[in-house]
């Protein structure tokens, strides 16, 4: 005899919790299907934690998530080689109750919002692989573990297995990953005694600080680095275009290594402690990268969407506004004894639409060509921007006009006014 | 045939950091795992559960969350899952520990006797051997350590035969049920949970006995007042490795590397030069 039931979810990151937390708490019978040991297990992220989100899913999280430090200042920095120029914003706005944004590890923030899908009702299985989808007719009608006996079946299968999403390319949805869609990212943890981060960046008891970087701690290749202060450790880390990497031939942990002894970022590292290593892929592609996002009896949801804003380090709260719309989508059906038909869950595209994950990837979908096409942006205006702070910073008896007149010179003759108007206008479209 | 295996949830020792300050182990974020020598303990039950048929009953003391190193077993296909657990129970030594596992067994008996224990060889967290054999002596059970393979079970004759790894080869041992066994590792390989399992573990009731349930009146006997064990200090051992020296030769013959080795060698253990001399007919 097989399982069945209301819903199957695929993975137990952000966007899998979402939808499977959403569907159990309205009364649906939901089995969640993780391949880690324990939820969190596998997941990765830089990791900040964005409120609103999961507010709207669980709105009393405060009370109980593993949280590690409110941020209450960002850091901004466009490095050269020995040099940064950088912006902060830092703000008591931020340090009053209720918190924005806040770093945490995934590792126990994951087991908590596991166990709220379970104390919802959900029934979570681990250590088990979904190798494929099961299909009646064009219908999705189960999925088939790599257990004994791992035919479970379900009126709708949500798919938020990650990135990579096996299950989706497997069945078809969508095609496999192009090297120029995904990013490949690179992290450390690295213990340090809440004593020391504490006056290092500038904060007290649970605030905390993130800095993203941009430059040429990414060698040319379109990426970004960053770092975040948690309880009583650091997350330092750089991620680039998978296709960058395989034509440069860097391998990112070197590239990590070499982030890490940049004159602007060993000091704030200095004993510090490794205590970890991960790296993992993020779907970058943007809004023309994104499959097709439900269909007969299935959803798909998060990371394994392409649901990332690079531009803004976004990623976890798109997953789990993409996993609880596609609840929701499925609770009105099921309240209304509809079926998960693919005409049906159109209805999850349009709430998608309608929110913030595809009117902010919209925004910047053309973003991603125009990186592509100007390389510049990560390696020669640092150069040249660092060179105007430094000649505006530094006093040698050179009057402040000729100053300026060699700085003009520097933009002119590196890149052009032509190549500067091209990469201005691009960049304008791209942000606009 | 009753069986109950005792299992242990213990942070995953792979994954433990000392706190660089403190000295301190870091629990916090380390995964919990079931002592991976129970797991051998568990498998060689649901072996004989194959062959004979069995009632294989996990027990466990630990904290509420040790539950999932039950669900765990249940999963693999053990029938039913006990988890002993009260803030009594805190400090325990393997005195009071084996104490209390002892008391819980006698309390499993009541309802169906209980024929075989089976146990790990030793934790990974205490390394210290001494649970199984205290509980055997606490409930008179034959006891029989570090075997390595469960030959045959009688439940007619009440007779068991194993195989003992022992120094110097294997011993062939037969003894009266009820026995305790503890489990060597290595000795069999954890099978893999069907999907049926994994639905079971995950809607098992596991059952939560607090002392009285587990049949204890002296709490006396139990957590830190029971456990005469003190650890008087903790700390890391010293890394003793003193720098590297770098030898510089003319050349790069092995032969002078060596020669200049030695003679380095020499003069800090002239002790070592004198007692190979007097060992030795030919010069170097």
Redo the contacts between chains.
């Keep these: 005899m097989h399982?069945k039931f209301d819903t199957i979810v695929v993975g137990a990151g952000p966007a899998g919790n979402a939808a499977a937390y959403t569907l159990a708490k309205a009364g649906l019978s939901v089995l969640q299907i993780e391949r880690g040991?324990?939820p969190g297990?596998k997941n990765v992220q830089g990791a900040i934690l964005y409120a609103d989100a999961l507010e709207r899913i669980i709105p009393d999280f405060r009370d109980d998530a593993p949280l590690e430090r409110y941020l209450i200042e960002q850091r901004g920095w466009l490095l050269d080689d020995e040099a940064y120029v950088g912006g902060n914003y830092r703000a008591e706005a931020f340090n009053r109750p209720p918190y924005n944004r806040y770093t945490i590890?995934r590792?126990?923030f994951d087991k908590w919002f596991s166990k709220k899908v379970q104390d919802a009702g959900g029934?979570?299985?681990c250590?088990?692989t979904v190798r494929e989808l099961i299909f009646d007719g064009d219908r999705v009608a189960g999925v088939l573990?790599d257990?004994?006996?791992?035919?479970?079946y379900a009126d709708l299968v949500i798919l938020a297995d990650g990135v990579n999403s096996t299950l989706a390319r497997k069945a078809g949805f969508h095609p496999e990953l192009k090297p120029k869609d995904v990013a490949l990212a690179v992290k450390e943890t690295l213990?340090l005694?809440p004593e020391i981060i504490e006056p290092r960046f500038n904060v007290k008891g649970d605030e905390g600080v993130a800095i993203e970087m941009v430059g040429k701690i990414t060698k040319g290749m379109i990426g970004t680095g960053f770092l975040y202060t948690n309880k009583e450790s650091l997350t330092i880390g750089v991620g680039c275009m998978l296709s960058d990497f395989a034509a440069q031939k860097i391998p990112p942990y070197v590239m990590l290594e070499e982030m890490k002894a940049h004159p602007a970022i060993r000091p704030l590292l200095e004993g510090a402690?490794v205590?970890e290593y991960v790296a993992h892929l993020i779907p970058e592609g943007g809004y023309d990268a994104i499959p097709k996002l439900y269909g007969n009896g299935w959803m798909i949801a998060g990371d394994s969407a392409g649901l990332v804003n690079a531009v803004h380090r976004e990623g976890s709260n798109l997953a789990m506004t993409s996993g609880r719309l596609a609840a929701e989508t499925a609770i009105d059906l099921h309240a209304a004894g509809q079926p998960f038909s693919a005409a049906n869950l159109a209805g999850y595209k349009q709430r998608l639409d309608d929110s913030f994950v595809m009117k902010d990837l919209k925004k910047y979908r053309r973003l991603p060509a125009a990186l592509h096409r100007s390389p510049h942006f990560f390696t020669l205006y640092p150069e040249l921007i660092t060179l105007a702070a430094h000649q505006w910073v530094k006093v040698d008896g050179v009057d402040k006009k000729s100053k300026e007149r060699e700085v003009r010179r520097a933009f002119a003759g590196r890149r052009g006014w032509l190549g500067m108007m091209g990469d201005a206008f691009r960049l304008w479209r791209a942000f606009e | 045939m009753h069986i109950v295996v005792c299992i242990k949830q213990v942070p995953d020792s792979s994954q433990i950091r000392v706190h660089p300050v403190t000295n301190t182990i870091m629990r916090q974020g380390v995964p919990a795992v079931v002592n991976p020598y129970d797991l051998f303990a568990l498998e060689e039950a649901l072996r004989l559960k194959d062959t004979y048929g069995a009632q294989v009953t996990v027990l466990c003391m630990g904290p509420p969350p040790a539950e999932a190193a039950l669900r765990k077993a249940i999963s693999f296909g053990a029938d039913d899952a006990i988890l002993v657990t009260d803030r009594a129970f805190a400090g325990s030594d393997t005195l009071a520990t084996s104490f209390a596992l002892a008391s819980a067994i006698g309390q499993i008996g009541r309802n169906m006797a209980v024929d075989l224990v089976f146990c790990g060889k030793q934790t990974i967290d205490g390394d210290t051997a001494q649970v199984g054999p205290g509980i055997a002596k606490r409930l008179d059970l034959q006891l029989l350590t570090y075997v390595s393979q469960v030959d045959r079970v009688d439940t007619e004759r009440r007779e068991i035969v194993v195989q003992r790894r022992a120094e110097g080869g294997v011993q062939v041992l037969q003894t009266r049920l009820p026995c305790l066994i503890t489990m060597l590792e290595g000795t069999n390989e954890m099978r893999f949970a069907s999907q049926a399992g994994m639905f079971r573990a995950a809607r098992h009731p596991v059952r939560v006995w607090d002392k009285a349930a587990a049949g204890i009146e002296d709490v006396a006997k139990i957590g830190l007042k029971g456990s005469p064990t003190v650890v008087s200090k903790v700390f890391a051992p010293q890394p003793k490795a003193s720098k590297a020296e770098q030898i510089k030769c003319e050349s790069n013959a092995p032969k002078d590397l060596a020669v200049t080795l030695i003679a380095k060698l020499f003069t800090q253990h002239p002790a070592l030069e004198s007692a190979i001399s007097a060992g030795t007919t030919g010069s170097i």
């Design positions: 399982e040991e324990t297990s590890v590792a126990q029934l979570v299985i250590e088990t573990t257990r004994e006996g791992g035919a479970i213990f005694a402690e205590k």
